[in-house]
């Protein structure tokens, strides 16, 4: 009777552990209100939820810029946290001190499935993973409405002498050549972060210089021209008249409508188009920053943001479990069928065979080797919190490029000194 009631016990116990094992969850989600990384929780949380109907999600949504990266570290500081939050990879990344605040992933069966290059992005200073990938690597150039172009015989510059041209011929014509979207602050900083590819083919050690505190924006003249383009661009009347209260939302529809013929921005903007402007969808270009030379034309490129579990996640196993899945072959064609907005980084992942034109524009610079060249931010961990705001007095004439550039480079020590960086 005791070997029976004991036999009893024991299936009894694991019948409890396999319950609890799968009981029902409730997965917290922090992300941004932009309509791509709407679509992509959409469509994974629909597909995970019929592999595992235990499991539900609650997800909420953060502003973007300084008041989104205040409330992503405020919540990790009061473990307030959701389980899973989006966020930066990169210098911003390094900044929530990962060690300490993110759970390591290392261990996920799938992490061998992330490219390096990115892996690179979301690693901690002791060497583990902490971060992973949510959506495609990015471009960070300029849209262009492909029906003004043709209109005006206009040809996709090589340089920027040829952009300002083409640009004032588009005013001419009675047209905004430029939208401009200060309403998102956030928006304000493209002519600058997207010029590093041109800053990189002239000064190819400034990321390690600009890091040690040997290279400043002010006193290099490659870096300080993105701020000068700004300053131009803007003294030229080349914006749209309400660019100080016009927001991302409405840059992308001028520029897929034909509003506006250019619209600087990261490439994630074809998703945006692709779900409130699809008519238009084959009237949206796209191209790179062009530089001073047209021989040394490429593209700066972003990594995508990343998904992270806090180390004090209330659903830690779970939600690093949906983690696992996420950076899978499967979830990722999901994510490239959902939104084809530009190559992912998860191994053998393929877009779809039908891709919007400007995505076709953006990857020829993939495809050639020297061609692309990561962003700043992902090469140094050192980025001032206050760019967007300089950047939009530049904009807006109320302060130079040179009195800009000089600003942007206190703004950055105060950062390097709270990393603690040498030589700072």
């Given at each position: 009777?005791?070997?029976?009631?004991?036999?009893?016990?024991?299936?009894?116990?694991?019948?409890?552990?396999?319950?609890?094992?799968?009981?029902?969850?409730?997965?917290?989600?922090?992300?941004?209100?932009?309509?791509?990384?709407?679509?992509?929780?959409?469509a994974l949380t629909k597909a995970y939820a019929e592999k595992r109907p235990d499991i539900t999600f609650d997800i909420?949504?953060?502003?973007?810029?300084?008041?989104?990266?205040?409330?992503?570290?405020?919540?990790?500081?009061?473990?307030?946290?959701?389980?899973?939050?989006?966020?930066?990879?990169?210098?911003?990344?390094?900044?929530?001190?990962?060690?300490?605040?993110?759970?390591?992933?290392?261990?996920?069966?799938?992490?061998?499935?992330?490219?390096?290059?990115?892996?690179?992005?979301?690693?901690?200073?002791?060497?583990?993973?902490?971060?992973?990938?949510?959506?495609?690597?990015?471009?960070?150039?300029?849209?262009?409405?492909?029906?003004?172009?043709?209109?005006?015989?206009?040809?996709?510059?090589?340089?920027?002498?040829?952009?300002?041209?083409?640009?004032?011929?588009?005013?001419?014509?009675?047209?905004?050549?430029?939208?401009?979207?200060?309403?998102?602050?956030?928006?304000?900083?493209?002519?600058?972060?997207?010029?590093?590819?041109?800053?990189?083919?002239?000064?190819?050690?400034?990321?390690?210089?600009?890091?040690?505190?040997?290279?400043?924006?002010?006193?290099?003249?490659?870096?300080?021209?993105?701020?000068?383009?700004?300053?131009?661009?803007?003294?030229?009347?080349?914006?749209?008249?309400?660019?100080?209260?016009?927001?991302?939302?409405?840059?992308?529809?001028?520029?897929?409508?034909?509003?506006?013929?250019?619209?600087?921005?990261?490439?994630?903007?074809?998703?945006?188009?692709?779900?409130?402007?699809?008519?238009?969808?084959?009237?949206?270009?796209?191209?790179?920053?062009?530089?001073?030379?047209?021989?040394?034309?490429?593209?700066?490129?972003?990594?995508?943001?990343?998904?992270?579990?806090?180390?004090?996640?209330?659903?830690?196993?779970?939600?690093?479990?949906?983690?696992?899945?996420?950076?899978?072959?499967?979830?990722?064609?999901?994510?490239?069928?959902?939104?084809?907005s530009g190559p992912y980084l998860i191994k053998d992942c393929q877009l779809p065979a039908n891709i919007p034109q400007?995505?076709?524009?953006?990857?020829?610079?993939?495809?050639?080797?020297?061609?692309?060249?990561?962003?700043?931010?992902?090469?140094?961990?050192?980025?001032?919190?206050?760019?967007?705001?300089?950047?939009?007095?530049?904009?807006?004439?109320?302060?130079?490029?040179?009195?800009?550039?000089?600003?942007?480079?206190?703004?950055?020590?105060?950062?390097?000194?709270?990393?603690?960086?040498?030589?700072?």
């Open positions: 009777m005791r070997m029976i009631a004991a036999k009893i016990l024991t299936a009894s116990i694991a019948s409890l552990l396999a319950g609890a094992a799968h009981a029902d969850v409730t997965l917290t989600i922090l992300a941004d209100t932009n309509p791509e990384s709407v679509a992509f929780f959409d909420e949504s953060r502003p973007g810029g300084s008041e989104g990266d205040n409330m992503v570290k405020t919540r990790l500081a009061t473990g307030e946290m959701a389980d899973i939050f989006q966020y930066n990879s990169g210098s911003l990344f390094q900044a929530l001190k990962p060690q300490q605040t993110l759970a390591d992933l290392s261990g996920l069966s799938n992490a061998g499935h992330i490219q390096e290059s990115f892996k690179a992005v979301v690693t901690a200073p002791d060497g583990s993973l902490r971060g992973a990938p949510f959506g495609p690597a990015m471009g960070g150039g300029i849209f262009y409405n492909r029906k003004i172009y043709a209109d005006l015989g206009l040809e996709v510059p090589k340089t920027w002498s040829e952009f300002i041209a083409n640009s004032e011929k588009i005013k001419a014509a009675g047209k905004v050549a430029i939208a401009q979207t200060y309403g998102d602050t956030w928006t304000s900083q493209l002519f600058v972060l997207a010029d590093f590819y041109n800053v990189n083919a002239v000064v190819p050690n400034f990321a390690k210089d600009y890091t040690e505190n040997r290279a400043k924006y002010a006193t290099t003249p490659a870096a300080a021209k993105g701020f000068e383009h700004l300053e131009q661009t803007g003294k030229a009347g080349f914006f749209n008249a309400d660019f100080g209260a016009a927001k991302f939302d409405d840059g992308m529809r001028m520029v897929a409508t034909g509003e506006a013929a250019h619209y600087p921005m990261l490439t994630f903007g074809i998703g945006n188009v692709a779900q409130n402007f699809a008519a238009n969808l084959p009237d949206l270009g796209f191209f790179a920053q062009p530089g001073d030379d047209a021989a040394k034309n490429g593209l700066t490129i972003w990594m995508p943001s990343a998904l992270y579990v806090p180390a004090d996640a209330e659903n830690l196993e779970e939600a690093k479990t949906f983690l696992d899945w996420m950076i899978s072959k499967e979830a990722c064609e999901l994510m490239a069928k959902t939104v084809p400007a995505v076709s524009d953006m990857l020829p610079y993939f495809e050639t080797d020297g061609r692309t060249a990561p962003a700043l931010e992902f090469l140094s961990p050192v980025k001032g919190p206050a760019l967007e705001q300089i950047t939009v007095e530049v904009g807006t004439g109320i302060r130079s490029a040179a009195d800009a550039a000089a600003l942007y480079d206190q703004d950055v020590e105060k950062q390097a000194k709270q990393l603690g960086l040498p030589n700072w």
